[in-house]
């Protein structure tokens, strides 16, 4: 049984530029969230996508953008990339009728913009 | 606003003896307690759970957590530390107040390091 999966594992981007992540979610799972961890800290919310729609959202600007397809898998998108948006992103998954199951993580794709 | 704490950014123990790994919360309503550990270059593996029930947790690899409602802790803890245990360690809490499903708060982490 595959856990989270996610593409690509290292990206170096110039800024300004755009990059488009992606997560294939843990079989059965129809929710996924995307975090954004800076060296030396702990995971940041950015947003969760359930039924193709963006359900909630943390304190990201507009430049971060996603999809959910209806095979459940995710894209994260981030326009004009700025040299503060190197970090490991995270792909997370669960199941919308088990809310008290904890996330399971993907291996992250870590990003760096120079 | 509901946060974390975690108090050390470094745990330092020799193998064999117990540990403990700090962590202290701030929620509105009942905590949904969670601790996860990363290993280098990796994403974050699910090591236990608080939601109610008995305040001592027993979760993977030996590890459990003990609730304490009126200091606001979750501390992690093993009985005796192995070498292997050396990652870093997050505690976070679930926020419900944007969904039904919520999303998890962290903390900024603690390195643990076990010493042979």
């Known amino acids: 049984d595959a856990g989270v999966t996610q593409s690509p594992t290292h990206l170096i981007k110039t800024r300004g530029q755009q990059v488009t992540l992606r997560c294939s979610p843990k079989?059965?799972?129809?929710?996924v969230s995307w975090y954004q961890q800076a060296l030396g800290q702990g995971p940041q919310f950015i947003f969760q996508y359930y039924e193709e729609e963006e359900r909630q959202r943390g304190n990201f600007p507009d430049r971060f953008s996603g999809h959910q397809f209806p095979n459940y898998s995710s894209e994260l998108n981030v326009n004009a990339l700025l040299l503060g948006d190197s970090a490991l992103y995270l792909c997370a998954s669960s199941s919308d009728r088990a809310w008290n199951s904890p996330l399971h993580f993907g291996n992250g794709t870590r990003l760096t913009v120079t | 606003a509901q946060s974390v704490a975690q108090p050390e950014d470094q745990v330092n123990v020799a193998e064999g003896n117990p540990l403990t790994v700090k962590c202290t919360y701030s929620?509105?309503?009942?905590?949904?307690l969670f601790w996860y550990v990363q290993y280098p270059n990796r994403g974050l593996q699910f090591l236990l759970k608080y939601i109610t029930g008995d305040n001592l947790v027993k979760g993977s690899y030996g590890f459990e957590a003990e609730f304490n409602k009126s200091q606001t802790s979750f501390h992690l803890k093993k009985p005796s530390a192995l070498v292997s245990d050396s990652a870093l360690y997050f505690c976070?809490?679930?926020?419900?107040?944007?969904?039904?499903?919520?999303?998890?708060?962290f903390g900024k982490g603690t390195k643990l390091s076990v010493k042979p």
């Open positions: 079989s059965g799972h129809d929710t």
């Open positions: 976070a809490v679930r926020d419900f107040n944007g969904g039904s499903q919520g999303n998890l708060i």
């Open positions: 929620v509105s309503g009942n905590p949904y």
